[in-house]
């Protein structure tokens, strides 16, 4: 499988850091470049990182400082999300790595669902520990509570 040579002009996780030249399989080349982490490393673009790269590190970790900023509120949120699901407790639909992000906003953190860390979409109540992906290096758990709408114990709302 060919390989593209790029800059990063984002960190990316298990990649390397903003203003690495890296080479990145062709399709995740262009899923990071349509998110505008990369680009291609043509002499043109390596004449510009050169110029640029001290002001590309300090973005990162600018970020990389709101991410810490953010983990200690973060990190203490529980989501709780009250679903149509049957007696056993098996729910009709599913949480997603989407609906996490969308709670996680409603209280005032800019999330994608990219980067919550699900490895399937929760499917059952109970708690679940769900990895968010602040920063390349800065990782934080939330705690996930799944109830039946129709219980009578539940009480609060996505």
Known sequence: MRKIKSILRQPVKNIGQAG???????GYFHYLENLGKVQYATKENMKDLEDNLALMREEDHKRKQQAEQWS???KSMTLYFDEEGSDTGV???SVTARHISKAIK???FDVASSQVRV????KDCGEYDVSIDLH???????KVVIR???DS???AAH
């Open 20 to 26: 690495d030249v890296v080479e990145i399989r062709r």
């Open 72 to 74: 200690e509120s973060v």
């Open 91 to 93: 729910l009709y639909g």
């Open 106 to 108: 409603a209280q005032g």
């Open 119 to 122: 490895s399937r979409p929760l």
């Open 136 to 142: 390349p290096s800065v990782q934080v758990q939330v």
């Open 148 to 150: 039946l709408k129709n």
């Open 153 to 155: 114990m539940a009480s």
